[in-house]
């Protein structure tokens, strides 16, 4: 069983030519330039909502954290084999009372997108939002779960 993550917000890194001899201070800067353009790239695109995926009995699990998400600002769907999770998470505004001198949390829009595979019965799909995980069901179709045949002597 596969479920296959479609639709990432990550772009290939360009790659960077170097041709200066390494110095303490050239090991250190890779780390920091990444970082900083990881950070930029993140407020850009969008947030990426971190995810396990298993299983358990005769069920696909997708477990979401999206802490800060109101349940009224979650959007589950399904188109086809696809299954998609958005998210908003609001600042509150400064009319409410709020001065904000720094903000380093996301907010905004965020998504993820799963292939899912034939075996799921896409009817009786569910979810449950609790203290910030978001979790969603997919049983399997009785016909594809493994079973026992008797053996008959004949």
């Not at 917000?9 to 790659?15: G, I, L, N, Y």
């Not at 069920?59 to 979401?64: E, L």
């Not at 009319?95 to 904000?100: I, S």
């Amino acid at each position: 069983m596969v479920i296959r993550v479609t639709g990432t917000s990550r772009h290939p890194e360009a790659q960077r030519e170097t041709n200066a001899a390494p110095t303490p201070f050239r090991l250190f800067e890779g780390l920091f330039n990444d970082w900083a353009r990881n950070a930029y790239t993140q407020r850009r695109e969008g947030c990426r909502p971190a995810v396990d995926i298993f299983e358990k009995d005769t069920n696909f699990i997708i477990r979401a954290e999206l802490p800060g998400v109101a349940e009224k600002d979650l959007d589950i769907r399904l188109d086809g084999r696809t299954l998609t999770i958005k998210a908003e998470k609001k600042l509150e505004p400064e009319e409410a009372g709020y001065t904000y001198h720094q903000v380093e949390g996301f907010y905004g829009s965020c998504s993820r997108s799963f292939d899912l595979p034939d075996t799921v019965d896409a009817e009786k799909i569910s979810a449950s939002f609790k203290n910030g995980v978001l979790q969603v069901s997919m049983p399997q179709k009785p016909e594809t779960q493994p079973r026992s045949i008797k053996v008959s002597l004949g």
